[in-house]
C-alpha cells in the first residue's frame, strides 16, 4: 500500500505508531448497524421499547428543567420532540423494520429516521431544516439509551485492544473524555487550536499530538497503519518499513517528563525561587504531577468530572472524586469551580441557544441560573476538605458582585456544614480568576478581596484580542506574545504588587519555555503549567539571571508589533 505524508502542528512531542480509529463526532454515524437473528425479535423490541421509554423521561426533565429555569416557551421543543417520539407511526415502522427486515434497533430507526428526512425534503427551507434537526436530535437520544454512550471510538480497531491512533475532525472534551483506558498511542486532527479545551485536555495525556493535518479524514479509513510524528510535524500513512525504521528507537515513548523539582520551585541562576504549580483534569493526571516533585495543583478543572455524563455526578460521588485528589497531591490543591459553557458542554444540562457561546453563559455566570448544581459541588468540596487545606477558584468573573457573592455562597454553605462536621476554615482559601478584560480593569479591587489571584491567559487573550479561543483562522491576531497581551499582563502583575497576594499564572502560555521567561521578566512568581512543561520551563529558568529575562520583558513592552517581539525573543 502506497504511503504518504501529512503536515500538521505539532500540540506535543513524540512519535508514535498504530491503527487508525476513525472519530465519529457524531452518535448517529457511530451507531452500531447490525442484524438480529429471528428468535430475538421480541427481545429486540424490548430494548427499542425501553430505550424509548427511557428517552421520553430524558425529554420530559429536560422540558421541566427549561421551563423553571427559562421560559415553557424555550421549553416547547422537548414537547415537540416527545410528540414524534411517542407517535404510533414513527414508532410501528421502526418495529417493523426489526420484525420484518431482521435488524437491529440502531438499524432500524436509522433507516426511519432517513424515511422522514426524505418527507421533511418536500417542505419549505426553513421548516424542512428545524425538522430535520429535530428528527436527528431524538434519534441521538434514543441510539444513547440504547447504549452507545460515548459517539466517537467504537470501531473494529479501537475494540480490538491494539494500540491506536485517534484521528478525528475537531479535538474536542468530548474526544479526550471518551478514550477511557484505551491504549492510544497518537491523536491526529484536521483542525483545533492550541488553546481550545480539547487541545488542553490532550496535552495532560502525555501522547504524541498534531492538529490542523489538512483532510486527515478522507485519506485514511479505520485500522490503517499511522504514524505521528508529534515533534517534526509529520503523520505517515502505511508508513512501511524504512520510514518505522527511521524511528525505531523512538517510537512510542510518549513526551517524558524527566527532571525533578524536589521543592515545587525552579531557580534563576541568580537565586530568584519561581514556584511551579500543576494543572490537572483528573485523578490520573496527579499521578505524573507527583512524579516530577511538584506538590501543589494551581488548577484542578472541575468541569471535567461531568462532561460525558447522562445525570449530574452526585454529592457522594463527587465528595469521593474530590478526596482523591485531595489525598493524592502531596501539596494544595486548588480547585475551579465548574466553568462550563462555551466549548464545554454538559449533557445533563441543556442550555438556552446562544449565538456567542464564549460570550455567553459561562463560568459564574451560570450559577445564579442553575444554583443547584454549584451548590452541590461547593458542598461536596467542603465536605471533601474536611480538616486539610485547600483552594478554591471562581471562573470567568467580570464583576466584584460575582466573586463577592460566590465567596458568600461558600461561606454560608460551611456554615451550615460546620454544624455537622469538623472542617477548617483557616485553610480554605478563595481566590478570582482573571480572564476578562473588566477583571483587568478592577484588579486592585479583585486583589483585596480575593485570597489569591490566578490568570486564565487563555480566555484573556482571548477577549482582549477578540479572538475566538477555538478560532484557527486567526492564528497571529491570537498570538500570546502581542503586544496588547504583554502590555496586559504587565498592568495586572504591576497593579496587584501593593496587595502582597499571590497571583498565578495558569494558562497554556506559562508552558512555554520562552513566554514562562518573559513572565518571570514581568514580574510573575507562580506558574501552574500542564506537568509536561516542566521540563522546558525549568531548564530556561535555571539557565538564566533574573535580570536577563528583565531586561528582555523591558524591551519587549516598548515594541509595538508582533514581529518586533518576536525578533526580540529570538534574539
Ligand atoms: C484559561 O482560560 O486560561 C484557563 C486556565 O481556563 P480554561 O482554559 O479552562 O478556560
Ligand atoms: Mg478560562
Not at 452518535?27 to 424490548?46: F, T
Not at 418495529?95 to 420484518?100: F, L, Q, T, V, W
Not at 491523536?187 to 490542523?212: D, K, N, T, W, Y
Not at 460575582?402 to 465567596?407: A, Q
Amino acid at each position: 500500500m502506497e504511503s504518504k505524508t501529512l503536515k500538521g502542528k505539532p500540540l506535543t512531542g513524540g512519535i508514535g505508531i498504530g491503527r487508525v480509529c476513525l472519530y465519529k463526532e457524531d452518535i448517529l454515524e457511530a451507531a452500531p448497524r447490525g442484524r438480529i437473528s429471528a428468535d430475538k425479535v421480541d427481545d429486540e423490541k424490548k430494548r427499542l421499547l425501553d430505550a424509548l421509554k427511557k428517552t421520553g423521561e430524558g425529554l420530559r426533565e429536560s422540558y421541566k428543567v427549561v421551563s423553571n429555569k427559562l421560559s415553557s416557551l424555550e421549553a416547547e421543543v422537548f414537547n415537540a420532540h416527545l410528540m414524534i417520539l411517542e407517535d404510533s407511526s414513527f414508532v410501528g415502522k421502526i418495529e417493523e423494520k426489526i420484525s420484518g427486515e431482521l435488524l437491529n434497533s440502531e438499524a432500524a430507526l436509522l433507516d426511519v429516521k432517513k424515511v422522514y428526512e426524505e418527507k421533511f425534503k418536500l417542505l419549505p427551507n426553513d421548516y424542512f431544516r428545524e425538522r430535520i434537526n429535530d428528527i436527528n436530535d431524538i434519534a441521538r437520544r434514543v441510539i444513547n439509551n440504547l447504549g452507545l454512550k460515548h459517539s466517537g471510538i467504537t470501531c473494529a480497531t479501537c475494540n480490538k485492544g491494539c494500540p491506536i491512533i485517534i484521528v478525528a475532525k475537531d479535538l474536542t472534551p468530548s474526544l479526550i473524555s471518551g478514550i477511557g483506558d484505551k491504549k492510544v498511542n497518537g491523536i491526529v486532527a484536521q483542525r483545533g487550536s492550541f488553546v481550545s479545551h480539547g487541545a488542553i485536555l490532550a496535552r495532560a495525556l502525555g501522547v504524541p499530538a498534531l492538529i490542523g493535518v489538512d483532510n486527515i479524514v478522507g485519506n485514511v479509513y479505520c485500522g490503517a497503519e499511522l504514524l505521528v510524528d508529534a515533534s517534526g510535524g509529520d503523520v505517515w500513512v502505511n508508513p512501511g518499513p524504512e520510514i518505522i525504521s527511521r524511528f525505531k528507537n523512538r517510537l512510542n515513548t510518549g513526551v517524558c517528563v524527566k527532571r525533578k523539582y524536589g521543592s515545587g520551585y525552579v531557580s534563576t541562576k541568580d537565586g530568584v525561587n519561581v514556584g511551579l504549580l500543576a494543572n490537572a483534569g483528573n485523578v490520573k493526571d496527579i499521578s505524573i504531577i507527583k512524579k516530577c516533585g511538584i506538590n501543589d495543583i494551581g488548577l484542578f478543572r472541575t468541569e471535567f468530572i461531568f462532561i460525558e455524563r447522562e445525570k449530574e455526578p452526585g454529592i457522594d460521588e463527587q465528595v469521593k472524586i474530590y478526596k482523591k485528589v485531595i489525598d493524592s497531591a502531596e501539596g494544595t490543591v486548588t480547585f475551579r469551580l465548574l466553568d462550563i459553557g462555551g466549548d464545554k458542554v454538559l449533557d445533563f444540562l441543556p442550555m438556552p441557544e446562544q449565538e456567542n457561546p464564549n460570550l455567553g453563559l459561562r463560568g459564574v455566570r451560570i450559577y445564579d441560573r442553575y444554583p443547584d448544581i454549584i451548590t452541590n459541588q461547593i458542598k461536596a468540596l467542603l465536605m471533601a476538605k474536611g480538616e486539610k487545606p485547600v483552594k478554591i477558584m471562581i471562573p470567568m468573573v467580570s464583576t466584584v458582585d460575582e466573586f463577592v457573592n460566590t465567596r458568600k455562597k461558600v461561606y454560608d454553605i460551611l456554615d451550615e456544614l460546620k454544624k455537622e462536621r469538623r472542617i477548617n476554615p483557616d485553610n480554605l482559601k478563595i481566590g478570582c480568576m482573571i480572564e476578562v478584560p473588566a477583571a483587568v480593569y478592577l484588579i486592585r479591587e479583585f486583589a483585596a478581596e480575593a485570597d489569591f489571584l490566578s490568570i486564565g491567559t487563555n480566555d484573556l487573550i482571548q477577549y482582549v484580542m477578540g479572538v475566538d479561543r477555538a478560532n484557527n483562522f486567526l492564528v497571529d491576531l491570537a498570538d500570546p506574545f502581542q503586544p496588547a497581551v504583554i502590555r496586559v499582563l504587565k498592568d495586572i502583575v504591576d497593579n496587584t504588587k501593593e496587595s502582597g497576594k499571590d497571583i498565578t499564572v495558569c494558562g497554556e502560555i506559562a508552558g512555554d519555555p520562552e513566554m514562562a521567561g518573559i513572565l518571570v521578566g514581568l514580574g510573575y512568581r507562580h506558574l501552574s503549567v500542564n506537568p509536561y512543561s516542566f521540563d522546558g520551563i525549568g531548564e530556561v529558568i535555571s539557565a538564566h539571571e533574573s535580570g536577563d529575562f528583565e531586561r528582555k520583558a523591558d524591551k519587549i513592552l516598548k515594541a509595538n508589533t508582533l514581529e518586533d517581539i518576536k525578533e526580540i525573543v529570538a534574539g
